[in-house]
């Protein structure tokens, strides 16, 4: 079965920068994108940062020019760079892999990570 590890999470004050891991192992034949989302206490899981295969990129509006999402397909890998990070990025991050669909939103992911706590005071 695929599982994805998260890591890079902790405690930062604002203005600070930290840098998020995700690591797919097990088997699965291909995937289209691989993407990170976030959920704050009370609020829904929204979609922060993806990248396809192909190269394209896309950020939600909150995080562009903030964070920089990265992958390393031979390691089926991707990092999250969080810069200026600002108390309303608190949440848990979660990592999450889509086979075919889109990475744009919770319905078209296949697999999640655990997930990383991002705490900005």
């Known amino acids: 079965d695929v599982q994805l590890v998260e890591s890079g999470g902790g405690s930062v004050q604002a203005g600070g920068s930290l840098r998020l891991s995700c690591v797919a192992s097990g088997y699965y034949y291909t995937r289209n994108c691989m993407g990170w989302f976030r959920q704050a206490p009370g609020k829904e899981r929204e979609g922060v940062a993806r990248?396809?295969?192909?190269?394209?990129?896309f950020y939600d509006d909150s995080v562009k020019g903030r964070f920089t999402i990265s992958q390393d397909n031979a390691k089926n890998t991707v990092h999250l760079q969080m810069n200026s990070l600002r108390a309303e990025d608190t949440a848990m991050y979660y990592c999450?892999?889509?086979?075919?669909?889109?990475?744009?939103?919770?319905?078209?992911?296949?697999?999640w990570g655990q997930g990383t706590q991002v705490t900005v005071s």
């Open positions: 990248i396809y295969t192909n190269g394209d990129i």
């Open positions: 999450a892999v889509s086979i075919s669909g889109s990475c744009g939103s919770s319905e078209g992911i296949k697999y």
